[in-house]
């Protein structure tokens, strides 16, 4: 497993982080056994990054990591990087809360879950335009110094959000989707994590599903998937990616490659990107997504994906107030 340093938070991690939205509700049921053993063969792989969030399920999704590497967290505290977001309540009155008190019991809350002494990386998960930017970052300042978290990040923030951040204490990290139906970030977020050395972490690689190959125009999800809801997996838009998959999956063949790796693949070869966060549920999904953080795409490569990508719809993600 490739590593690298993980911007100016000096953290050592793996290329992939393996992350747990899957485990918290929002797509359905699954078995936990089976994704406490794929957690661990992520371990085994080398994979030392582990990304949860308050917001998985109120803690659900921090309390099967927690159980799933239990061992290892008691024995060999130092060899996991364990990395959650606070600052949302998605069920709540107000969605987004990144004020002080907020996010002190968010850390408090998580530190149960993952029973834990202290979190490695804490982000803040949505930006709360209610709340003063010095105001979060001065709590989350406090609990560095208090021990209780040893590095500060942000999710889903804009250039302006995070300049505003940076203002108070330094942005460590920044956490953002992008896959190839959503590339956003390459306009002004990564050229200025480039300048600061943020480290970046790339969330949704795989697009929610959408490049992993398993997925057609006849495919249905559950109703508490939230996918369901999301006009990027239903009607046209849905069948007009889906066939770019097709070309994309052709492509990945003649590689000895699966469109999924390629999907992969092109997250990390995108400069500035330290980390792809990929969640799994079956321990041949993190094994293949493992591979791909070793597979190279050359400037031909990347320049024939660009062209079968040309045609193709954004494919936004969900917020804490639903699809986008």
Do not use: C
């Not at 050592?12 to 899957?22: E, L, M, Y």
């Not at 989707?177 to 480039?194: G, K, N, S, T, V």
């Not at 070309?247 to 790796?261: D, E, G, I, K, P």
């Amino acid at each position: 497993m490739r590593t690298t340093t993980l911007g100016r938070s000096g953290l050592p991690v793996s290329r992939i982080a393996f992350g747990t939205w899957q485990l918290g509700g929002d797509w359905g049921n699954f078995d936990e056994s089976g994704v406490i053993a794929t957690i661990r063969r992520a371990y085994e792989l080398g994979i030392n990054l582990f990304d949860s969030a308050q917001g998985y399920g109120y803690g659900a999704a921090e309390a099967v990591l927690g159980r799933a590497l239990r061992a290892e967290l008691r024995s060999d505290r130092e060899s996991i990087v364990l990395a959650t977001k606070g600052g949302i309540d998605p069920a709540g009155k107000r969605t987004r809360d990144a004020r002080p008190a907020h996010l002190r019991a968010g850390v408090e809350s998580s530190l149960r879950a993952l029973d834990v002494d202290y979190i490695d990386l804490y982000q803040v998960h949505w930006p709360d335009p209610a709340t003063p930017a010095e105001e979060t970052a001065g709590a989350l300042q406090e609990l560095v110094d208090e021990g209780k978290i040893r590095h500060v990040g942000v999710s889903n923030y804009d250039v302006a959000e995070l300049t505003a951040f940076e203002a108070v204490r330094p942005v460590e990290t920044s956490q953002s989707p992008l896959h190839l139906f959503q590339r956003e970030i390459q306009d002004e977020i990564l050229p200025y994590a480039r300048r600061l050395d943020i480290g970046v972490l790339a969330y949704s690689p795989l697009g929610s599903g959408l490049l992993t190959g398993a997925l057609n125009a006849s495919t249905r999800f559950d109703e508490d998937d939230w996918r369901a809801k999301s006009s990027a997996f239903s009607g046209n838009t849905f069948i007009r990616n889906l066939e770019i998959v097709d070309h994309l999956a052709m492509f990945a063949a003649r590689r000895s490659m699966t469109v999924a790796q390629l999907a992969v693949a092109w997250v990390l070869a995108q400069e500035g990107v330290h980390v792809a966060i990929v969640g799994a549920r079956h321990a041949r999904n993190i094994e293949a997504a493992a591979e791909a953080a070793d597979l190279t795409l050359n400037a031909d490569d990347l320049a024939e994906i660009d062209k079968i990508t040309q045609g193709a719809t954004p494919a936004l993600g969900n917020t804490p107030e639903g699809p986008r």
